[in-house]
């Protein structure tokens, strides 16, 4: 079996534990990877502590903070491929996926190089005579990024780039199911030139690790993207250290269809936020409100084109739905849609494992017709290929059930009238609203949610703000002595 090696303070380094992963396409081992310590996760805190305040990092400029930043860009698009086949093999995405989106991670890298050297501060025009008033930002310090399994190239791209970019430095904790794609990133970040301590690359169990990462003194940032269960506890542990906390959490996206819209690209729309990634996307738009006067039409579309929809390998260029990243998702999938049936949905395709393969943790795209959103299918974040859609009669009603939820990240509208788009979408409660596509990214467009899904915003120009703090200097520029402090003017 492959195995891989923390990265710690610029160089490879056996864990005091090792853990396996498995292959989701067919449920066995293929990698080992060290699982960190107690002390090892304070040695990668100590040595980004170092490398901020004494080392050679503390010494760059920002433009040249932006140039080796721009180098990591260059040798991730260069390694795509391999990096994507990594992720492939660990978490069961689609390889042309993993590929692709590898090969996008780059131009995060890009924007935020570009943004080293455009962080300003501000002269303010002070109230009090013979003073100039200016501020800068810093580097906020250490920064722990904490990642899920999905798209786990991606979403460190999302911290560790506008983190670099301000000056901090970073321990990344990759999700113990997984990791192989960011140990392979860590090989390239050693190519690159990085010194020491700046970014370090480790994996492990919430205890010690997780623990140990986000209550150590050390520690000014935390960066987390996962469920809302592990953010309590995170949110709990940085009382200890008072870290900043930012969380980018799951979701139950809403989509809503009126009859007014383009039938084909809704329908594409609700696949492609469904069943792209096999369903494991925090904004997949799991919950469809179609009009009532379209909604028999819209699930008989989405029926026959989910019908020739290919489940199998996912390195397979011919693969459209992989499998599951786990056997926990697959059994928990099949309970909530078994409950939800016998709450009264209808279940129009899908709700089991393909018989055909007899390895792996696949699961068949799944369509349930739901009355209203009391079903489990409809309230549940699944992180499968399932959706629940439910019919509407009004905007008004449409736009209600949408903000019926404890989440708030994603959104999507399908309509081709203009005033309609902008008047729903300013009503409803999330962070992002795609109005007739779905699931489109960008590193110059900020993402977050509302509610449960977290509050902070990462990538665009404001998320680089979130890495640094301002100082405010006062110059006295008057040629005479201070005034005596007891005689107030």
């Known amino acids: 079996m492959k195995h891989f090696k ?12 090792k853990f396996e992963t498995l292959n989701p396409a067919n449920g066995k081992p293929w ?10 996760s304070i040695f990668a805190i100590e040595s980004a502590h170092n490398a901020l305040y004494e080392g050679q990092w503390s010494k760059l400029n920002a433009t040249q903070r932006g140039k080796l930043i721009h180098r990591l860009g260059d040798l991730i698009a260069k390694n795509a491929s391999e990096l994507g086949e990594l992720e492939t093999r660990d978490s069961g995405k689609l390889a042309v996926e993993t590929k692709a989106q590898s090969s996008y991670v780059a131009d995060y890298y890009y924007y935020y190089a570009g943004l080293a050297d455009k962080i300003q501060g501000e002269v303010l025009p002070i109230d009090k005579p013979n003073m100039q008033v200016f501020t800068t930002r810093e580097p906020i310090g250490v ?31 990759a999700s113990e199911q997984a990791p192989a794609a960011l140990f392979k990133f860590a090989e390239l970040v050693h190519e690159c030139g ?42 709990r542990n940085s009382a200890e250290n008072f870290a900043h906390v930012s969380l980018e ?13 383009n039938i084909d690209g809704a329908v594409n729309g609700i696949i492609a936020g469904n069943f792209g990634a096999s369903g494991q996307s925090c904004v997949a738009g799991s919950r ?56 009264g949905a209808n279940l129009v395709f899908g709700g089991k494992q393909p018989s055909q393969l007899k390895e792996g943790w696949y699961f068949e795209p799944t369509l349930l017709d ?40 994603g959104s999507g509208v399908f309509t081709e009238n203009l005033a309609r788009a902008h008047r729903v979408s300013a009503k409803i409660h999330s962070g992002i609203v795609w109005i007739n596509t779905y699931r ?22 404001d998320a680089i703000h979130e890495y640094t703090r301002t100082k405010t200097t006062w110059i006295n520029t008057s040629s005479e002595p201070m005034s005596n402090p007891f005689i107030m003017r």
Request: hydrophobic share 40%; glycine share 8%; net charge negative.
């Open 194 to 235: 990085f010194p020491p301590g700046v970014i370090n690359i480790i994996t492990g169990f919430a205890d010690p690790c997780g623990k140990t990462l986000t209550t150590h003194p050390k520690v000014a940032r935390i960066a987390f993207t996962g469920g809302t269960e592990v953010a309590r506890h995170i949110v």
């Open 249 to 261: 959490l799951g979701g139950k996206s809403p989509m809503i269809i009126f009859e007014d819209c």
């Open 143 to 173: 920064v722990v990024a904490i990642v899920p399994w999905n798209a786990q190239l991606f979403l460190s791209a999302t911290k560790i780039a506008p983190a670099l970019a301000a000056g901090n430095t970073i321990v990344v904790k």
């Open 6 to 17: 923390h990265f710690i303070n610029g160089k490879f380094s056996e864990g005091s534990e």
């Open 288 to 343: 469809v409100f179609i009009q009532r006067s379209i909604h028999s039409k819209v699930v008989e579309l989405i029926k026959q084109r989910a019908e020739k929809i290919v489940v199998g390998n996912p390195l397979d260029s011919k693969t459209q739905v992989g499998p599951l990243a786990t056997i926990h998702q697959v059994e928990r999938a099949s309970k909530v849609i078994n409950d939800s049936v016998k709450q």
């Open 370 to 409: 739901c009355a209203n959103q009391e079903f489990d299918c409809v309230k549940t974040e699944l992180f499968a290929p399932v959706i629940s859609v439910i019919a509407f009669d009004t905007e008004e009603e449409a736009i209600a059930m949408a903000n019926d939820s404890d989440y708030g990240l």
């Open 440 to 461: 489109a990214i960008s590193p110059i467009s900020p993402f977050g949610g509302v509610k449960q899904s977290g509050g902070s915003r990462e990538a665009g120009i």
């Open 31 to 40: 990698a080992t990877f060290p699982a960190a310590s107690e002390e090892e």
